[in-house]
């Protein structure tokens, strides 16, 4: 059987034939009512913080889920650009070879034209030699 607060202040006990003290036992009702009034606040005040504790646990939960979903998405994000940039990266170097052998390509074609182009000036100064010797060769004989 529960009892309130109120219901204690308004117990009244019968008296027998021998009687009670009524002042102690009215002042003990008085101090029992007051002090469960007490634990009746402290439970109401309890319940009302569990309540806001409740709300709180409930907001910090989404905010977990917010927070998790969040960092999932940076942590996806995060990876395709590291895959984007290594895919550049290796476009950017393919490309840097391929111009390299074009260039190397070039000065090499550039190298061969030059001795070629030598050759040819050695063979004409050597035939030019070739023709002063001769002609140095009829003066003397003539």
Request: a negative charge.
């Amino acid at each position: 059987m529960t009892i309130t607060p109120v219901e204690l202040h308004h117990i009244r006990f019968k008296r027998g034939a021998l009687g009670y003290r009524r002042g102690a036992v009215d002042d003990l009702i008085l101090e029992i009512a007051e002090s469960f009034e007490e634990v009746w606040r402290q439970r109401a005040d309890f319940a009302d913080k569990i309540e806001q504790l409740e709300g709180e646990l409930a907001r910090h939960r989404d905010l977990e889920t917010l927070l998790r979903t969040t960092l999932v998405s940076a942590e996806r994000s995060a990876h395709e650009l590291r895959d984007q940039a290594k895919r550049e990266a290796e476009l950017v170097i393919g490309e840097a070879h391929a111009e390299a052998r074009a260039v190397t390509r070039e000065a090499t074609a550039e190298r061969e034209r030059l001795l070629a182009e030598a050759r040819k000036v050695r063979a004409l100064l050597e035939a030019a030699l070739d023709a002063v010797e001769d002609v140095g060769a009829d003066v003397q004989a003539a």
